[in-house]
Each structure stands twice: as C-alpha cells, then as structure tokens.
C-alpha cells in the first residue's frame, strides 16, 4: 500500500509538472504574439505617418512651386520691351525659397518633328544607348508617329514614348529633360535656344552650325540667343516653367507648360498646356546643366 501511495504521488508529481509546462509554454507563446502584433501596429503607424508626411511634403511642394512659376511670369510679362528675360529666378513662398528655372520650348527637341539623325544622337548622349541600339530606337519613333493615327502627331505626352519598342523608363527618365511633345511641341528644335547638353546632340549632326552657335554664345557671354521681345531675337511663346523648390532636406521638382497669349477661362495673358507631377530630385541630379543637390 505504502509502495502504491508513493507511486501515485510520484505520478500526480510528474502530471502536475507536465501542466505547469503546457501553462507556461502558452503564456510564453502568448507574450510572444502579443509582441509581433504590437510591433506590428507600431511599424504601421511609423509607416503612415511618414506616407502622411510624403503627402504633406508633395502638397506644400505643389502650392509652392505653382506660386513661383505665376510669380515668374509675371516678370516676364513685365520686363522691358526689348530686354533679355531673365531665365533664372529665386523666389520665397512663404517660408519655402524655390528656384524658378525658364526653358524656351522651341530650344528643345521635338520628337513628333525631330529627324532620325538628331534622335539618335539624343538617344546615344543623354540616354547612353549604344549607336546601334539609339539608331533603331530613333527608327521606331519616326515609324510610330508617321503611321499613328494622329497623322504624323501621335505622342502627346512625353510619356507616350514608352510605347515605342526598344524605349524603357530609364531611357525616357535620361531624355525627358531635353524633349518636348504635343501642343507644347513647335516643330524644329532653333539651337540657338538649346541648352549646353543638346549642342552636344548638334555638333554630332553638324559640327559646323555647333561651332558657330557656341562663337556666338561665347561673344555673348554665354547666353543664348532668344526673348520674348527685342529686335533680331528669336520670338519664343511657350516656355517650360521649372520651379525647384527646397523643402526640408529634399528638392522637389514641379513642371509646367505655358504658352504666352489670352486666355479664355482666366484673365492672365497666358495658360498652361500641361502640369507634371511634382516629385523629388535625386542628388546630384542635373537638370539642364544645372546641379541640384536634394
């Protein structure tokens, strides 16, 4: 009897020991899953807070750069008959300062109107493709718009040249800032207009008209040759309006399109044709030969 008492009493020992086991291993598992579920909601509130803080960013970055970009115009439409518009300005929005940048569109290339040869060579400078790959590409672009449905003008958005066979959004990200397409496009490119970058397209086409393009720039002390107004300049009525804007530790880039004229929904002596975006530069990030630091 003795032997059987102490045998049970070991047995109900073992059980008890074997439930205090199960118990804790539950609480252990518990504590556990509580933890993963907190962190969760924490690296989620983390998350949406800093998408509220994007949002905040893009809006101030929308509201600031558009306030600049009317501000810029109004200076040109301002400045004296016959003076050299300024292309370049800086400007304070309230507690954010912007830089206003004014980029003639016929100073750009227009792919709608462009010829293989200056395509190719836009595709092989700025987009790095190889002479071959950027000719083949330059070939499915002057394919695509003449056989668009459009009768010759089928891009309308610069975006539209992710269509093209062989285009990728690294490409058009490389040549976005020297092209222009649609209702902003005036054909083709006055390089007397055209940036520093898109010279280098020229004197691949035709070194001679670069070279005496860049006498003429250098007489003038590196300006280009082209205003609103003034006699023997070159009449420029749509612009691509850049506005930079710093705001924190980013610069943002907004984008639009104006064309000079009435306007028939506002009073202003101009419209927009097209409004990008606003999105953030990466460092070190060139913008028409000019650095921008984010």
């Keep these: ?22 118990a804790l291993a539950i609480v252990v598992w518990f504590i556990a899953g509580m933890s993963l579920l907190v962190a969760g909601i924490v690296a989620q509130a983390r998350q949406d807070t800093h998408m ?12 600031a750069g558009d306030g600049a970009i009317q501000l810029m115009m109004v200076d040109l439409m301002t400045a004296e008959r016959g003076s050299e518009p300024a292309a370049t300005g800086r400007y304070r929005v309230g507690e954010i300062e912007v830089d206003v940048i004014l980029v003639p ?18 595709f092989s400078l700025a987009g790095q493709l190889s002479p071959e790959q950027a000719l083949l590409l330059a070939d499915a672009v002057v394919q695509a718009r003449s056989t668009g449905p459009a009768g010759g003008r089928q891009f309308d958005a610069i975006e539209d040249l992710l269509r093209v066979p062989g285009s990728s959004r690294a490409l058009l990200d490389s040549v976005r800032d020297f092209i222009v397409v649609g209702e902003s496009g005036q054909g083709m490119i006055n390089w007397s207009l055209a940036s520093g970058e898109l ?9 001679a008209q670069a070279d005496k393009i860049s006498a003429r720039r250098d007489n003038m002390g590196g300006r280009s040759r082209g205003s609103s107004g ?5 009449r420029v009525d749509t612009y691509r309006v ?7 530790d980013k610069t943002w880039l907004r984008r639009r399109w104006i064309s000079l004229g009435a306007n028939s929904s506002s ?28």
Aim: hydrophobic letters at 50%; proline letters at 3%.
């Design 230 to 234: 003034g006699q023997g300049a070159a």
């Design 199 to 207: 010279l280098r397209v020229l004197a691949t086409v035709s070194p």
């Design 105 to 122: 569109a016929t100073g750009l290339i227009d792919i709608n109107k462009a010829s293989v040869e200056v395509l190719a060579a836009l």
């Design 267 to 294: 009073a202003l002596p101009w419209r927009v044709t097209r409004t990008e975006p606003a999105r953030v530069l990466m460092e070190n990030q060139f913008l028409l030969g000019r650095s921008v630091d984010a």
């Design 242 to 248: 850049d506005a930079l804007v710093h705001y924190g």
């Design 52 to 63: 509220a803080q994007v949002h905040v960013a893009r809006a101030k970055a929308v509201a």
């Design 1 to 22: 009897m003795m032997t059987l008492s102490r045998s049970l009493a070991r047995s109900g020992a073992r059980c008890g020991n074997r439930q205090a086991g199960v």
